[in-house]
């Protein structure tokens, strides 16, 4: 399952490096906050190249975010993380489009051109 959201970069949380099994990791964890009606404050997880291309990025930059959802057990509780795969800038002025059931062509149930809000489809 792969998701996306845009929103402008709040925080750059402390690096987190270490050496594992398979060699060192780094992991880097930053917020997003939306820019709708409620603001929402999103933490992600970037592992690896990841970790090393979002410290390239000044707080106040507006990204869009491609990501999974990844969820594990332990000790009987669960953790989930927000892992990104992508992450791009927006350019200045730029807004993600957003797609509603009014926005889509052939709505019986919206006002099309030439037809009044009381006009009904029936």
Same mark, same amino acid.
């Given at each position: 399952?792969?998701?996306?959201?845009?929103?402008?970069?709040?925080?750059?949380?402390?690096?987190?490096?270490?050496?594992?099994?398979?060699?060192?990791? &780094?992991?880097?964890?930053?917020?997003?906050?939306? @820019?709708?009606?409620?603001?929402?404050?999103?933490?992600?997880?970037?592992?690896?190249?990841?970790?090393?291309?979002?410290?390239?990025? &000044?707080?106040?930059?507006?990204?869009?975010?491609?990501?999974?959802?990844? @969820?594990?057990?332990?000790?009987?509780?669960?953790?989930?993380?927000?892992?990104?795969?992508?992450?791009?800038?927006? @350019?200045?002025?730029?807004?993600?489009?957003?797609?509603?059931?009014?926005?889509?062509?052939?709505?019986?149930?919206?006002?099309?051109?030439?037809? @009044?809000?009381?006009?009904?489809?029936?």
């Amino acid at each position: 399952m792969a998701l996306e959201i845009s929103g402008k970069l709040v925080k750059l949380l402390p690096k987190q490096t270490g050496e594992g099994k398979n060699g060192p990791w &780094s992991k880097q964890d930053f917020v997003i906050e939306t @820019s709708e009606q409620f603001p929402k404050k999103i933490c992600f997880s970037a592992w690896g190249e990841r970790a090393t291309q979002i410290e390239t990025f &000044s707080e106040g930059t507006d990204l869009k975010v491609s990501f999974d959802v990844q @969820s594990r057990e332990y000790n009987d509780r669960w953790y989930t993380d927000l892992k990104p795969w992508k992450i791009d800038v927006l @350019s200045p002025g730029s807004t993600p489009a957003v797609h509603t059931q009014d926005s889509i062509a052939g709505d019986p149930f919206t006002a099309g051109p030439g037809q @009044s809000e009381d006009d009904l489809p029936f």
